[in-house]
């Protein structure tokens, strides 16, 4: 059981702007720890989006962007195409274990 | 470029020991941490542990802590990921990635990412 919840599933048109949270707690992400969000393309390996918070690796389209606001956090994603219908997962780390590099529980993103 | 090349899928037992893989190439292995994460049959992604290549020093996730090990050879620039005795429930596809942990940020993220191995557990 995580403790950075998303939901399970997002959807939208192409064009529109999708967003989805992260939710976590005063042990992780409320205690000011970074978060980080990762992309899994059907049948590849994960690849990193995002990183503290609203940092963009070389590569990652601008239609990408993060956030992070008090225990929770944001990925969105404007100018939606058929090519970023895939799982997502947000990151970051929890105080509460020793040395846990928690991981969301996902969010599937269904291009309509 | 950063690579990291996973060894191929196994088939094994209950019971039965397991080694993979995880060749860096590309940067200096030393100098980054390297982890593994599951990830079961249409599950999400968990953290099992991490290794520092340079001097081995290793953490484990407490969900995994005793029931793998992790180890490099600096060597040859791989790691490793290693099962005793495997159960059904080890069932899944590993994957291996470069760990970056920038302290003065407080940043720990996962950059670059093996291809995967798969293991499947059958009797």
């Known amino acids: 059981q995580s403790v950075l919840t998303q939901p399970p599933s997002v959807s939208g048109a192409p064009g529109q702007r999708v967003t989805i949270s992260c939710t976590g707690s005063s042990s992780n992400i409320g205690a000011g720890y970074d978060v980080h969000w990762y992309q899994q393309l059907p049948g590849t390996a994960p690849k990193l989006l995002i990183y503290g918070n609203s940092n963009r690796p070389s590569g990652v389209p601008d239609r990408f962007s993060g956030s992070k606001s008090g225990t929770s956090a944001s990925l969105a994603i404007t100018g939606l195409q058929a090519e970023d219908e895939a799982d997502y997962y947000c990151q970051s780390y929890d105080s509460s274990l020793s040395d846990n590099y928690v991981f969301g529980t996902g969010t599937k993103v269904t291009v309509l | 470029e950063v690579q990291l090349v996973q060894s191929g899928a196994e088939v094994k037992k209950p019971g039965e020991s397991l080694k993979i893989s995880c060749k860096g190439s590309g940067y200096s292995f030393t100098s980054y941490w390297i982890g593994w994460v599951r990830q079961m049959p249409g599950k999400g992604l968990e953290w099992m542990g991490i290794?520092?290549?340079?001097?081995?020093?290793?953490r484990y996730s407490p969900s995994f802590q005793g029931q793998v090990t992790i180890s490099a050879d600096k060597s040859i620039s791989t790691a490793y990921l290693q099962w005793s005795s495997l159960k059904a429930s080890d069932t899944a596809m590993y994957y291996c990635a470069r760990f970056r942990a920038e302290y003065s940020s407080g940043w720990y993220y996962f950059d670059y990412w093996g291809q995967g191995t798969l293991v499947t557990v059958s009797s």
């Open positions: 290794i520092y290549p340079g001097d081995s020093d290793t």
